[in-house]
């Protein structure tokens, strides 16, 4: 197999049960290598289960199909964290990356782990970005160097499975005439669905499914609700079912959307995949799989790179080995030429030196009365974009450090945060329960100590009792502003005053 066709796609399948190898054949125009070997991972987590089984799974797939391991690999992971957010267009790209990233970690799934973060822009003011644990990819491409593999990308599903659509001309018509057409992709635990003009990314929506082992007809209507909710009774010429469940029926999942219009549906699983062994598969291989072969190929659709930096320029370095080995060469034959020129040019940059100093004295004498009002809103914005960040990164800290301090006998119902003013201190509210009132006190002064006004403080305390006869407490943690004025309302007659428990100051017996 020569390494100069395209690069291998290894992809994890979807069900996080097998990995599979695809490498396709330009002369022929056929996919030539397809097949898959078992792998467990965590469906929740996506971590792998058996960092050693991962290792020999990628060594058995490249040595059972007779591929060396200089060929390079595309590597698809499968996806389970998109959002769609907006974010002021002055945002540079490094602004976005902290932005998104203290996104990402406000929800639970990253509570604990560092995300790595990719984005697409939808238009000028929305970004569709996708999340996957950091800790992950870094074993990912550890992996692949202790194998010599160049990793040239590492991608996540629903964006492969997209190119792999317009890869397999399932979607001809639609790109040919950039028309509207949605993808519906089904996992066991979320449904992912893109709205799409041509290869354009118009709008998208992923959301987690009930996981119901005895009751698949609620999973069903689920979905079925939550996508006509999404679609919004909109006209699509075509729809693209792929159903990568091993539980849902697919039969019963098109009888409950109820499409109109033109309808393709992909079982991908081990009965329509050839890759999974099926003597008389359906498909070759998986979507997925195929949109990784074909990761740059196609330059007009949106694409995401989750690999490092670092990584990336090595695996540059080692795909292209030979022609930089050959310019590596050409350019050594320059040195000695380069070398007898460096006197002369020491001589001139140092007289040019001179000359950039005295310029510089004249522009920074002239800047004072040189400013217009154009540059002062420049600088205006450049502040404004910077107490954004700020305020993000209070409202970031403080979620974490709350997460971090919350005992066990200590559930949060309820947490509200208003950063909108950015002139005035974060205001907060935070409601819960607790076996205790004194394991929620012991919140306040480390909570206190992040604010740049500490003045939170516990309030509404109230006993109450479960249904099993279980003693609790209800509670709220907010400012003290707040409480203050609820206290001035209960005064006046329009609410109650906040409830002590029993047996606390000032409380009833």
């Known amino acids: 197999m020569s390494s100069k066709k395209l690069p291998v796609s290894i992809n994890v399948f979807p069900t996080l049960d097998c990995v599979e190898l695809i490498q396709f054949d330009e002369r022929s125009g056929d996919i030539e290598k397809a097949s898959s070997l078992p792998c467990q991972f965590d469906p929740v987590s996506r971590q792998m289960g058996d960092r050693d089984l991962m290792v020999q799974t990628v060594r058995?797939?490249?040595?059972?199909?007779?591929?060396?391991?200089?060929?390079?690999?595309?590597?698809?992971?499968?996806?389970?964290?998109?959002?769609?957010?907006?974010?002021?267009?002055?945002?540079?790209?490094?602004?976005?990356?902290?932005?998104?990233?203290?996104?990402?970690?406000?929800?639970?799934?990253?509570?604990?782990?560092?995300?790595?973060?990719?984005?697409?822009?939808?238009?000028?003011?929305?970004?569709?970005?996708?999340?996957?644990?950091?800790?992950?990819?870094?074993?990912?491409?550890?992996?692949?160097?202790?194998?010599?593999?160049?990793?040239?990308?590492?991608?996540?599903?629903?964006?492969?499975?997209?190119?792999?659509?317009?890869?397999?001309?399932?979607?001809?018509?639609?790109?040919?005439?950039?028309?509207?057409?949605?993808?519906?992709?089904?996992?066991?635990?979320?449904?992912?669905?893109?709205?799409?003009?041509?290869?354009?990314?118009?709008?998208?929506?992923?959301?987690?499914?009930?996981?119901?082992?005895?009751?698949?007809?609620?999973?069903?209507?689920?979905?079925?609700?939550?996508?006509?909710?999404?679609?919004?009774?909109?006209?699509?010429?075509?729809?693209?079912?792929?159903?990568?469940?091993?539980?849902?029926?697919?039969?019963?999942?098109?009888?409950?959307?109820?499409?109109?219009?033109?309808?393709?549906?992909?079982?991908?699983?081990?009965?329509?995949?050839?890759?999974?062994?099926?003597?008389?598969?359906?498909?070759?291989?998986?979507?997925?799989?195929?949109?990784?072969?074909?990761?740059?190929?196609?330059?007009?659709?949106?694409?995401?790179?989750?690999?490092?930096?670092?990584?990336?320029?090595?695996?540059?370095?080692?795909?292209?080995?030979?022609?930089?080995?050959?310019?590596?060469?050409?350019?050594?034959?320059?040195?000695f030429l380069l070398c007898l020129m460096v006197l002369g040019v020491l001589s001139l940059l140092t007289w040019q030196k001179d000359q950039e100093r005295e310029a510089l004295g004249r522009k920074a004498s002239e800047l004072g009365a040189s400013i217009n009002a154009e540059q002062l809103n420049d600088v205006n914005r450049k502040k404004f974009i910077k107490k954004v960040v700020d305020q993000n990164v209070k409202v970031n800290n403080f979620l974490v450090k709350l997460g971090s301090l919350a005992p066990k006998d200590v559930w949060l119902d309820k947490v509200q945060l208003d950063s909108e003013k950015l002139e005035q201190p974060l205001q907060i509210q935070v409601e819960g329960k607790a076996l205790t009132l004194d394991e929620v006190n012991t919140l306040i002064t480390p909570l206190n100590a992040n604010l740049q006004k500490g003045d939170l403080e516990v309030s509404n305390a109230a006993q109450a009792t479960s249904p099993d006869g279980q003693a609790y407490f209800t509670w709220s943690i907010q400012n003290k502003a707040a409480t203050d004025a609820m206290g001035s309302a209960a005064q006046a007659g329009t609410t109650p005053s906040p409830m002590m428990p029993p047996g606390a100051p000032g409380g009833g017996h």
């Not at 698949?216 to 006209?235: K, N, Y």
């Not at 999942?253 to 109820?258: A, E, V």
């Not at 699983?269 to 799989?289: H, I, M, V, Y």
């Open 60 to 335: 058995d797939l490249y040595n059972m199909n007779r591929i060396p391991f200089n060929t390079p690999a595309v590597l698809v992971l499968p996806s389970f964290f998109t959002r769609e957010i907006e974010l002021p267009t002055e945002f540079s790209r490094d602004e976005l990356r902290f932005a998104l990233v203290s996104e990402a970690e406000r929800f639970y799934v990253f509570k604990k782990a560092e995300p790595q973060i990719d984005w697409i822009n939808l238009d000028e003011s929305r970004l569709l970005y996708a999340a996957f644990p950091k800790a992950e990819i870094e074993k990912y491409m550890k992996i692949f160097q202790e194998l010599k593999i160049p990793l040239l990308g590492i991608e996540l599903g629903y964006f492969s499975m997209l190119r792999g659509l317009v890869a397999t001309g399932a979607v001809a018509a639609e790109i040919e005439n950039a028309s509207r057409w949605c993808m519906l992709t089904v996992s066991d635990n979320s449904f992912f669905a893109s709205v799409q003009d041509g290869v354009k990314i118009i709008r998208t929506t992923e959301a987690p499914l009930s996981v119901t082992e005895d009751d698949d007809q609620s999973t069903i209507q689920e979905i079925q609700q939550d996508f006509e909710t999404f679609a919004e009774q909109e006209i699509f010429s075509k729809l693209v079912v792929v159903n990568n469940s091993n539980r849902i029926n697919s039969d019963d999942l098109m009888i409950q959307l109820s499409h109109a219009g033109s309808v393709i549906l992909i079982e991908q699983n081990a009965r329509t995949l050839k890759s999974r062994g099926s003597t008389d598969g359906q498909f070759p291989c998986s979507l997925e799989g195929i949109g990784g072969v074909f990761y740059r190929q196609f330059p007009e659709m949106s694409d995401l790179n989750f690999l490092l930096e670092t990584g990336e320029d090595v695996a540059g370095i080692m795909y292209y080995k030979k022609e930089a080995i050959k310019w590596l060469l050409i350019s050594n034959g320059a040195v």
